[in-house]
């Protein structure tokens, strides 16, 4: 017997969706062995006296649900200043991600048809140019530490005073032009990386070029149910059963919020169960996460905490973040680690409230629970070798299939195009299920290979286990057998949107009495209750 979830409010600090100075206490970074490219720096923002001009924070949001496409610094600059936009100190440091400069200049032509495709303000040529600037710098501060060196080794033997004066003085001259060129070379690393970080992802090469209306149309499950009676949409449902308020909601909290009540209740409790129960089923951890996380694990997951149509709630006078999906604090819980082969694929089933902006929404639907500020949600995910990542998103697409449609809906899956396409995504599939009340098809749930965009940034490894065949039978075990770690890959899919989900079941399981059926999977979760049915006036 499965037990009921809880649910807590968040309270405390004031919430604001503001910018937020980007501070991350990282654990030691294994070294980089991997080849593919794509990973997000940090938007701090750094002086430069190199380039002063290119004071830029870049970020993304991942879906076309919960915000738009990839942005660059010339949009935020028109947003609010506050205490935590200030320039932080020269000498604070932004994290850095795994991004292999080298691969995207060898690919420029690539790198340049993806940016296209998926209508990125990247600025690719800026990159490389900032990229020769750092080789050069680069090349420049280790010539100079040799000489430093070969200065410092002369003056270990026995040396006359007069030599030993000039040996001083030029290792003195040395000390101070290798400083300044240090310095130099930390802030220009930093604006490489800011840069760099407008980048998408690769694009898998079946995915559709264009913008929504190029998505393809993969598979149809069921049919639009036909009804005998005027139909009826979610908000005059739970206003006649008693299951939502709306208005209260709006004069505690604000607009798109929302209390549940009676039967609400138990059904949000009884898709979340469901949605782990079924998940457990296939072999993945279940999971309670964190609903506050550092900035910086926003920022490496591919969410942009900044801006003014950011998605994320920032908490005021802090470094954190409100979640505005587990996939944040799911993909954190490995972070700067080195897994073993063998404990791969990780599959991770989380449960936890969600929080996002609804910024730039006017115009959109946003009627009842469709498009709201908090909401339960169950999300999976997996890191697995690069060589799989594949047949997971199919896996998981299968799983979302089968759920869906063990709950008698009727829904189409979608392959999206690329300009659909988050930044970190190399392909992504959405399934949209019909609401009758609403009168269109809506989305329900997406999947995502990300292959190792957020592993990257993250720092997730993992270290392959060498061939056996490779090693002869009574070979001892040492450094040369050691194999190169790499970046896993990362997936992750919506196993339930409670809010959409409970739009689906209300509308599409109407009755002409006014009641609802509760779908015949959901009822051992719900104790055993077969419908929702209005109460005696």
């Not at 800026?126 to 040799?146: P, W």
């Not at 002369?154 to 001083?168: T, W, Y």
């Not at 264009?210 to 206003?239: A, C, M, N, W, Y």
């Not at 998605?311 to 802090?318: L, M």
Request: proline share 6%; glycine share 6%.
């Amino acid at each position: 017997m499965m037990m009921l979830l809880g649910f807590t409010s968040v309270g405390g600090g004031s919430l604001r969706w503001a910018s937020l100075p980007c501070t991350f206490l990282s654990r030691k970074r294994a070294p980089s062995s991997s080849s593919s490219l794509f990973a997000k720096a940090g938007t701090t923002t750094i002086k430069s006296k190199l380039l002063p001009g290119l004071r830029n924070a870049c970020g993304f949001a991942t879906s076309r649900e919960a915000a738009a496409a990839p942005l660059c610094t010339a949009s935020l600059q028109t947003a609010p200043i506050t205490h935590q936009d200030k320039v932080p100190d020269e000498k604070t440091q932004q994290w850095k991600a795994a991004i292999d400069f080298k691969w995207i200049r060898d690919n420029k032509e690539a790198v340049a048809t993806n940016i296209r495709n998926r209508k990125s303000t990247a600025n690719l040529e800026l990159v490389l140019d900032l990229y020769d600037q750092f080789s050069t710098l680069q090349k420049e501060v280790e010539r100079l530490r040799g000489e430093r060196n070969a200065v410092a080794n002369k003056m270990k033997g026995k040396l006359e005073p007069s030599v030993r004066q000039a040996l001083i003085e030029e290792g003195k001259n040395l000390k101070e032009g290798l400083l300044a060129l240090e310095e130099d070379l930390a802030q220009l690393t930093d604006q490489l990386q800011r840069e760099a970080q407008c980048i998408p992802n690769l694009t898998h090469p079946d995915v559709p070029i264009g913008g929504e209306d190029k998505s393809v149309l993969r598979k149809t499950v069921g049919s639009p149910r036909e009804f005998g009676f005027p139909i009826k949409d979610h908000v005059q449902l739970g206003k006649e059963l008693d299951l939502f308020d709306f208005d209260a909601a709006a004069e505690v909290s604000g607009s798109k919020f929302y209390y549940l009540k009676n039967e609400a209740v138990l059904l949000e409790m009884a898709l979340v169960n469901w949605a782990l129960s079924e998940a457990m089923k296939r072999g993945f951890v279940p999971l309670a996460t964190p609903e506050i996380v550092r900035s910086s694990v926003v920022e490496k997951c591919g969410f942009q905490p900044r801006g003014q149509n950011t998605q994320v709630y920032s908490i005021e006078g802090s470094d954190q973040c409100l979640i505005g999906t587990a996939e944040i604090p799911v993909g954190g819980i490995h972070i700067d680690s080195i897994l073993s082969d063998s404990q791969l694929p990780l599959k991770y089933v989380a449960f936890s409230h969600c929080f996002r902006t609804e910024a730039g929404a006017a115009g959109t639907a946003t009627r009842g629970l469709y498009r709201v500020h908090q909401f339960s949600k169950v999300e999976m995910f997996i890191l697995c070798r690069p060589e799989e990542s594949d047949f997971y998103h199919d896996e998981l697409i299968k799983l979302e299939e089968d759920m869906f449609t063990s709950l008698g809906l009727h829904f189409k899956i979608l392959d999206m195009s690329s300009e659909d396409l988050g930044a970190p995504a190399y392909r992504k599939f959405d399934i949209e299920a019909w609401m009758p009340g609403l009168g269109r098809y809506g989305e329900i749930s997406s999947a995502s290979n990300c292959t190792d965009y957020q592993s990257r940034r993250l720092g997730i490894r993992y270290r392959p286990s060498p061939p056996e065949q490779s090693l002869p039978p009574h070979a001892k075990k040492g450094k040369s057998n050691v194999t190169s770690t790499q970046f896993v890959h990362t997936l992750n899919a919506t196993a339930c949107a409670v809010p959409r989900m409970m739009i689906c079941l209300l509308e599409n399981f109407q009755q002409e009495d006014g009641s609802v059926v509760i779908p015949q999977a959901l009822r051992p979760f719900i104790g055993g209750l077969n419908a929702i049915s209005p109460r005696p006036r």
